[in-house]
């Protein structure tokens, strides 16, 4: 067998490689959050991970929109995909609006394809460094290594298919509260737990037999870049989901299920960093290329308009029927993901033009930057791509001032913020409710009913309709605040909530002296709650 004796070519240089590239950053992330990972944690300021998202997740969508869309000779190449495919989502997603089971079948297919996608990238670049380190792939190893990285992506597939499965692999601050939310098949437990050990056991022989294959061909060192590609899968999924399904709770943080969502984000950062690093060398090797500095400022200007520009265009503000917690937020991240997903299938082959530039580390001169005319369009889109960055970020900006001036108890300076935010599509009811209930608090019920009306048009919801209950019955309006607790009955509160607004509801009924509206009522309400004995002492009895 032949051994690759030549060096290996890296794109930016060994470490840029191995810490970017190739997920040494994350291992070593991952060392330290096996060691204090709780502490680190806890003391994480709330602005991090957005701000981190901004830098870094932000711009990998943008690379892959300058990569087809900034050139006419991509644009032509790939039309199918940036015309048709793109129209074809968005009309989707139009119609995800006005339809929950479609923008559920959305988001269902987004979280469903993100893992493959993730570890699509993380095989890729595993072949990648094979053979520019001059590695024999013969189509069997080359099977053998993509049926690895197959497997673990069907770990992942079983387990968050399961029966009564949670969605983790989120980043936070992507959910959404109720409406459009991510729906399993419901692979019974059993089942998927029989499925999950087979398909954990190849997975291991697929490792394996990799190895084997591929040690008897080239040296540890050439081998290493791929060798990191696939630690990075293990632990940015085959690990964590396979101690999940194994039923295990394992007190080291970063594999603890409980806290999945938040290392998970650092799961789509570290991929997000690799995505960068290897479309920054395939732009350094086209024409145009200016440096990195300009490279990054465009992707992250062009990737700021997909996450942005929808909310000014059918938030609440532009009447459209969802809030940014209703739904919206988590079917725009649906929409942005599947076209991005769909693009980066289309461009990313490891084949013609893409393997000279990537693989044989050559040039790509005949794609050299247009010239500059046309000033409308093209300025035109570039203006707008510019105002969603800035809206982006006055959107962080507001939501770290809303935060700080509400638990500091400065509730017209969170009001301020909360406004800001509703006029650049990031209306809450969220934060309209935990408004009008501080200002219930500070004996207000006039100003908090009108931000609770506010939180019950944007995301309608049983403790707002309780929290209603309360700025009427502080005024004195029975009536009223029956209805409004009334109202909260059969939406989704819990068993002693339930008989919480029932009890609060039929003693709201006996204010407004109408006990004939509050005896149904009592039968909602525990023998064993003190308030039951209360109002039976009134019942019947006008008031």
């Given at each position: 067998?032949?051994?690759?004796?030549?060096?290996?070519?890296?794109?930016?240089?060994?470490?840029?490689?191995?810490?970017?590239?190739?997920?040494?950053?994350?291992?070593?992330?991952?060392?330290?959050?096996?060691?204090?990972?709780?502490?680190?944690?806890?003391?994480?300021?709330?602005?991090?991970?957005?701000?981190?998202?901004?830098?870094?997740?932000?711009?990998?969508?943008?690379?892959?929109?300058?990569?087809?869309?900034?050139?006419?000779?991509?644009?032509?190449?790939?039309?199918?995909?940036?015309?048709?495919?793109?129209?074809?989502?968005?009309?989707?997603?139009?119609?995800?609006?006005?339809?929950?089971?479609?923008?559920?079948?959305?988001?269902?297919?987004?979280?469903?394809?993100?893992?493959?996608?993730?570890?699509?990238?993380?095989?890729?670049?595993?072949?990648?460094?094979?053979?520019?380190?001059?590695?024999?792939?013969?189509?069997?190893?080359?099977?053998?290594?993509?049926?690895?990285?197959?497997?673990?992506f069907l770990l992942v597939l079983?387990?968050?298919?399961?029966?009564?499965?949670?969605?983790?692999?989120?980043?936070?601050?992507?959910?959404?509260?109720?409406?459009?939310?991510?729906?399993?098949?419901?692979?019974?437990?059993?089942?998927?737990?029989?499925?999950?050990?087979?398909?954990?056991?190849?997975?291991?022989?697929?490792?394996?037999?990799?190895?084997?294959?591929?040690?008897?061909?080239?040296?540890?060192?050439?081998?290493?870049?791929?060798?990191?590609?696939?630690?990075?899968?293990?632990?940015?999924?085959?690990?964590?989901?396979?101690?999940?399904?194994?039923?295990?709770?394992?007190?080291?943080?970063?594999?603890?299920?409980?806290?999945?969502?938040?290392?998970?984000?650092?799961?789509?950062?570290?991929?997000?960093?690799?995505?960068?690093?290897?479309?920054?060398?395939?732009?350094?090797?086209?024409?145009?290329?200016?440096?990195?500095?300009?490279?990054?400022?465009?992707?992250?200007?062009?990737?700021?308009?997909?996450?942005?520009?929808?909310?000014?265009?059918?938030?609440?503000?532009?009447?459209?029927?969802?809030?940014?917690?209703?739904?919206?937020?988590?079917?725009?991240?649906?929409?942005?993901?599947?076209?991005?997903?769909?693009?980066?299938?289309?461009?990313?082959?490891?084949?013609?033009?893409?393997?000279?530039?990537?693989?044989?580390?050559?040039?790509?001169?005949?794609e050299g930057s247009e010239a500059?005319?046309?000033?409308?369009?093209?300025?035109?889109?570039?203006?707008?791509?510019?105002?969603?960055?800035?809206?982006?970020?006055?959107?962080?900006?507001?939501?770290?001032?809303?935060?700080?001036?509400?638990?500091?108890?400065?509730?017209?300076?969170?009001?301020?913020?909360?406004?800001?935010?509703?006029?650049?599509?990031?209306?809450?009811?969220?934060?309209?409710?935990?408004?009008?209930?501080?200002?219930?608090?500070?004996?207000?019920?006039?100003?908090?009913?009108?931000?609770?009306?506010?939180?019950?048009?944007?995301?309608?919801?049983?403790?707002?309709?309780?929290?209603?209950?309360?700025?009427?019955?502080?005024?004195?309006?029975?009536?009223?605040?029956?209805?409004?607790?009334?109202?909260?009955?059969?939406?989704?509160?819990?068993?002693?909530?339930?008989?919480?607004?029932?009890?609060?509801?039929?003693?709201?009924?006996?204010?407004?002296?109408?006990?004939?509206?509050?005896?149904?009522?009592?039968e909602r309400v525990s023998p064993?709650?003190?308030?039951?004995?209360?109002?039976?002492?009134?019942?019947?009895?006008?008031?």
């Amino acid at each position: 067998m032949s051994t690759a004796q030549q060096r290996i070519p890296w794109l930016f240089g060994a470490w840029p490689d191995l810490l970017f590239g190739c997920g040494l950053l994350y291992a070593l992330a991952f060392g330290v959050f096996l060691v204090a990972g709780a502490e680190i944690r806890s003391a994480q300021p709330s602005l991090l991970f957005p701000l981190l998202i901004l830098a870094l997740g932000v711009p990998h969508y943008g690379a892959t929109l300058l990569r087809v869309y900034e050139q006419r000779r991509e644009r032509q190449a790939f039309v199918l995909f940036s015309l048709w495919a793109t129209l074809g989502i968005a009309a989707l997603f139009v119609v995800a609006l006005y339809l929950p089971v479609l923008a559920s079948f959305l988001v269902t297919l987004y979280l469903t394809w993100s893992p493959w996608h993730y570890s699509g990238q993380n095989y890729g670049l595993a072949v990648m460094f094979l053979r520019r380190s001059g590695v024999e792939l013969d189509p069997r190893t080359k099977r053998w290594i993509y049926l690895s990285f197959l497997l673990s992506f069907l770990l992942v597939l079983v387990e968050m298919h399961a029966a009564e499965a949670q969605m983790a692999d989120l980043p936070e601050g992507y959910g959404s509260e109720q409406g459009v939310v991510f729906v399993p098949l419901g692979i019974p437990i059993g089942w998927a737990i029989d499925l999950a050990a087979l398909i954990g056991a190849a997975y291991l022989v697929a490792c394996a037999v990799s190895v084997r294959r591929l040690r008897g061909r080239a040296s540890w060192r050439a081998l290493l870049p791929a060798g990191l590609l696939a630690m990075s899968q293990l632990l940015w999924f085959s690990l964590p989901y396979g101690v999940h399904m194994l039923g295990l709770a394992p007190k080291l943080d970063p594999l603890s299920w409980k806290f999945r969502s938040h290392y998970f984000t650092w799961i789509a950062l570290a991929h997000s960093l690799q995505y960068l690093w290897v479309t920054a060398y395939y732009a350094r090797q086209s024409g145009g290329w200016r440096g990195q500095a300009p490279q990054y400022a465009k992707a992250l200007v062009a990737g700021a308009a997909p996450w942005t520009l929808p909310f000014i265009l059918v938030g609440p503000q532009a009447f459209g029927p969802l809030a940014a917690d209703a739904g919206l937020a988590m079917l725009v991240a649906a929409a942005v993901n599947i076209h991005h997903f769909v693009l980066d299938g289309a461009i990313w082959k490891l084949k013609g033009r893409i393997a000279d530039v990537l693989i044989r580390s050559g040039s790509d001169t005949a794609e050299g930057s247009e010239a500059k005319r046309r000033f409308g369009w093209r300025h035109l889109v570039w203006t707008a791509c510019v105002l969603a960055l800035v809206l982006n970020v006055a959107k962080l900006s507001n939501e770290e001032m809303y935060r700080g001036r509400f638990a500091s108890g400065d509730i017209p300076g969170a009001r301020a913020a909360a406004a800001t935010l509703a006029r650049i599509g990031w209306d809450r009811g969220s934060v309209r409710l935990g408004l009008g209930q501080a200002l219930l608090r500070a004996g207000r019920p006039a100003e908090a009913r009108e931000q609770i009306l506010l939180s019950l048009e944007l995301a309608p919801r049983p403790e707002a309709q309780l929290a209603l209950g309360r700025s009427y019955e502080r005024e004195r309006l029975f009536s009223r605040a029956a209805e409004a607790y009334e109202a909260a009955l059969g939406g989704g509160l819990s068993e002693k909530h339930e008989a919480e607004a029932a009890a609060l509801a039929a003693n709201a009924w006996l204010a407004a002296r109408q006990p004939e509206r509050a005896r149904p009522l009592l039968e909602r309400v525990s023998p064993d709650d003190p308030r039951f004995q209360d109002l039976e002492e009134t019942r019947g009895e006008p008031r």
